[in-house]
């Protein structure tokens, strides 16, 4: 494994690579080395040697770090100065069995949380980006400032390109301050269906929700053993109190409603973000979806006897079940015209399959030639994304 | 005067024929060829340079806008295309042999679903018809350039629009979940969907703000928010521009996140209060208008902590709307800002650079040193949270010395908000305005990228030449107004 400790020289062995037309697998900590496909490549380079924070302006609401900076790290600077990671990344050390998160790695994959429901993607907040083409040279795109059109938009393209368009080696992206409290309803729903209208007439409030979740096993501990909904309030504690009141009537139709608030509101809502509600055996392979909310409750009822937990209002599911290739296929036909991944399997079934929905043709056709701009010998984690 | 790539004389020379190919591919009220009807397209909002296209087609579906685009492909004929023609950096500036395809008449919504929170629309749709369109259930769709009542979503994609309240909000990039493409070679696909997200390249988010430059977008599908209880506004006037920037640190530092927070200095307040009557503070330096939103009880909550960081600068004075009336009495001079800069000046330049929000004073220091030297009037108004300036350089359009001046002097602005880190454009895009300045943000290996991911889309570079690269090649002058 090569850990280059500059950006110098992180493309000085790329460009070696690229000459010698070496494939290389791309990873910051390789805590997601569970997702997607196996890279087929002799050599890794990871990025977990460019450390370190390189510009915090917290009245700018701006943070920059080199790619390889634990994600861990970047969250405690910011928690110093009251502010947060706006799209709350998942740890999901618990699901791919390995930890230490980078912030290169939450970027390339574009990882959001729950609270992307109602602010936005990691994607979204990426302000700027210095990256390493597969040829070994090095480019910008963006910048740190918070509003900034100048030119094509390739910050976008590299977030969740999953390394193989660049490696990413510095990110510059938006922050806000953490709110001063939270609170949380949790609603026992006699259905999915019942659960994804209460989400859905949550999200439809004024009252700003910030994560909407359903976790369609319950949650037997704290006596709800059917499916419950969870809504969560940020904000500053005199509107916490109020939005929930306020909240509460909104949905009181669909459910008996509990409270959660604090450290209890906290944790519910990191199970949620870490998909350890999932509650994946460990020989299952796990599913991500994404579709239209509404569509949630008839994707979850053609996936029958899946573990199952939805987010971002029903529109994320989580799914963890048999892995094999009919169940893959039902996953794929359930999520319709949504998108799904291949988060974690066997290295048999990550092979066999696509792990990602393909592109309709004539896009498939421009993605090629961008790919073969960017990577031209092919050399960046090849095969990782199905091709 | 304004280079342009040279017209293709093989193009002029078979225009004939090309007007007869797209005839047979529109209905006759879709194409635009006589000069009198071409002349509305001749240029947008930034007027000062014009260029009559070879003509002008307005396609009703995107199988049209598609035939349109292949056709052209075929024939190697340079297309622009074309919303309602508000850019303001000349996005939709076209080229003596070139077709301009108009998206005004696609302007039907096409869905509101308000359980899943969003809407397709045509590309002709108008920023504010989305809001109108959803607004009886509550909703709004949240990017709100101040050209909203004629600007379209279609334009609003290409331009990568904001607003005044992005800071909460985001800009059209962050309110998007797909569209219908259309490439040149007359290819339709689908990129996102009604869900967030999808895994795979993010198409979307390249494609946003690309300004015509890889294909052209004829629906949108866009996220619908609820919009809050109410909203209502402040204002904050200062005695230095050093100070009010102190104070926009000191409120964002609270872990307030206001809807909007907008500034202006003192010619901007004496401009627009002559306009609008808003009761503007005449004495101040700077202003401020703070925008939050919540309840009755929490909007009064939020200004009063906003106050009171205020009142640690030693405001000249405040003003807290008590009302939705006042709330608007206060917007009113800003909405109005341009007009009211017409208004004492025939003509103006508006600057669109963002920087660094701590780099304000110096900025705005060096903006007024240069306004002496240029001998131009400036006045700035901007979005203070994210730092996009808005600089109205006063001249005189009859008198091309004082346009030359007043280029020369923009330019100067916009190589000093690179400088001090921020970029060219935080929401006009590049156009043709700022083209020629790409180079003092990007290195030639970055432009070479770019334009290189241009030909992966438009290997011909016939979709909205001379727009955001610096020419290559042969050019000509065309007129300005």
Not at chain 1, 182 to 204: E, H, K, Q, W
Not at chain 1, 277 to 297: C, T
Not at chain 2, 351 to 376: A, N, W
């Amino acid at each position: 494994m090569m850990t280059p400790g500059t950006e110098q020289a992180l493309a000085e062995a790329v460009r070696a690579a690229h000459a010698a037309r070496e494939p290389l697998a791309i990873e910051g900590a390789g805590s997601k080395r569970a997702m997607l496909r196996p890279v087929q490549a002799a050599r890794t380079l990871s990025t977990r040697g460019l450390t370190g924070i390189t510009l915090y302006k917290p009245a700018e609401l701006v943070i920059s770090a080199r790619a390889g900076t634990p994600v861990a790290e970047i969250e405690a600077a910011l928690a110093e100065q009251g502010q947060q990671i706006i799209a709350e990344p998942p740890d999901l050390s618990a699901l791919l069995g390995a930890g230490g998160a980078t912030l290169g790695g939450v970027v390339a994959t574009n990882l959001s949380g729950p609270r992307r429901i109602a602010w936005g993607s990691m994607r979204d907040h990426v302000l700027g980006i210095r990256a390493v083409k597969g040829d070994g040279e090095i480019f910008r795109s963006g910048g740190r400032v918070l509003k900034n059109v100048t030119g094509l938009d390739l910050c976008k393209l590299l977030a969740g390109s999953h390394g193989t368009l660049g490696v990413l080696t510095e990110i510059t992206f938006k922050v806000l301050p953490a709110a001063e409290a939270t609170g949380t309803l949790a609603l026992a729903v006699p259905d999915l269906g019942a659960g994804v209208r209460a989400l859905s007439a949550g999200l439809g409030s004024p009252f700003g929700v910030s994560g909407a979740a359903l976790l369609p096993m319950g949650m037997a501990a704290m006596g709800l053993p059917g499916p419950v909904a969870l809504l969560r309030i940020e904000d500053f504690s005199e509107s916490v109190t109020y939005r929930t009141g306020r909240l509460r009537e909104v949905l009181a139709p669909f459910g008996e409603i509990s409270l959660f608030d604090g450290q209890a509101a906290r944790s519910l809502w990191r199970g949620v973000r870490d998909a350890t509600f999932l509650d994946a055996a460990p020989e299952d392979a796990v599913w991500r979806l994404s579709v239209a909310p509404s569509a949630a409750p008839a994707v979850c009822a053609a996936l029958p006897g899946a573990k199952l937990l939805l987010d971002w209002g029903g529109g994320l599911i989580w799914v963890a079940g048999e892995a094999s290739e009919a169940m893959h296929q039902a996953v794929v036909a359930a999520a319709g015209t949504g998108s799904f991944t291949l988060f974690r399997a066997p290295d048999a079934l990550r092979h066999a399959v696509a792990v990602l929905p393909p592109e309709p043709p004539a896009l498939a056709a421009i993605s090629t030639r961008v790919k073969a701009l960017l990577d031209p010998a092919g050399i960046l984690n090849p095969g990782r994304m199905g091709r | 005067m304004i280079r342009l790539p040279a017209p293709k004389p093989e193009v002029l020379a078979r225009r004939p024929e090309i007007l007869a190919g797209l005839a047979r591919l529109v209905p006759a009220d879709a194409l635009i060829t006589e000069e009198l009807r071409l002349r509305p397209y001749e240029t947008d909002g930034l007027s000062a340079y014009r260029q009559m296209p070879m003509a002008v087609v307005l396609p009703r579906t995107t199988a049209e806008v598609a035939a349109v685009l292949r056709f052209c492909h075929q024939q190697g004929v340079r297309v622009i295309p074309r919303g309602a023609g508000t850019s303001l950096s000349g996005g939709a500036l076209p080229l003596a042999d070139a077709v301009v395809i108009g998206l005004m008449r696609m302007n039907r919504i096409l869905e509101m679903n308000f359980e899943d929170r969003f809407a397709v629309v045509e590309a002709g749709v108008t920023n504010i018809g989305i809001t109108q369109a959803v607004a009886g259930e509550g909703f709004f769709y949240a990017p709100d350039p101040s050209s909203q009542l004629a600007c379209m979503i279609g334009g609003n994609v290409m331009m990568n629009s904001g607003g005044a309240h992005c800071l909460k909000y985001g800009v059209t990039a962050n309110n998007l979940l797909g569209v219908k493409f259309v490439t040149i070679e007359g290819e339709i696909f689908e990129v996102g969907g009604t869900h967030l997200d999808g895994a795979g390249y993010d198409w979307l988010g390249l494609i946003t703000g690309s300004e015509g430059q890889l294909g052209m977008v004829t629906e949108v599908t866009v996220r619908i928010l609820r919009g809050p209880e109410g909203a209502r506004a402040m204002l904050a006037a200062f005695s230095s521009i050093p100070v009010a920037g102190q104070a926009v640190d000191a409120i964002i530092g609270s872990g307030i996140i206001p809807v909007a927070l907008e500034f202006m200095d003192r010619p901007c307040i004496h401009a627009c209060e002559a306009f609008a009557h808003a009761g503007y503070p005449l004495d101040a330096e700077a202003m401020l208008i703070i925008e939050v939103e919540g309840s009755e009880a929490e909007q009064d909550a939020l200004l009063a902590r906003i106050r009171d960081i205020c009142a640690r600068f030693d405001p000249i004075s405040m003003k807290v709307a008590e009302s939705a009336e006042q709330s608007l009495a206060i917007w009113k001079g800003r909405k109005g800002a341009f007009g009211a800069v017409g208004r004492i000046s025939p003509d103006y330049l508006c600057m669109d650079g963002t920087i660094p929000t701590g780099e304000l004073p110096r900025v705005l220091g060096r903006i007024t040193e240069m306004s002496e030297e240029y001998g131009l009037k400036v006045a700035n108004v901007f979005h203070a949270g994210d730092g996009n300036l808005h600089p109205l350089i006063m001249f005189d359009a009859n008198d091309p010395e004082s346009f030359r001046k007043a280029e020369a002097f923009g330019a100067d602005i916009l190589k000093l908000c690179v400088e001090v880190g921020g970029c060219l454009t935080g929401e006009h895009g590049v156009g043709v305005e700022k083209r020629d300045l790409m180079h003092v943000q990007f290195t030639a290996d970055e432009l070479a990228l770019q334009r290189s991911i241009k030909s992966a889309f438009d290997p011909d570079w016939l979709l909205n030449p001379a727009k955001v690269f610096p020419l290559l090649g042969e050019t000509v002058l065309a007129g300005a107004a």
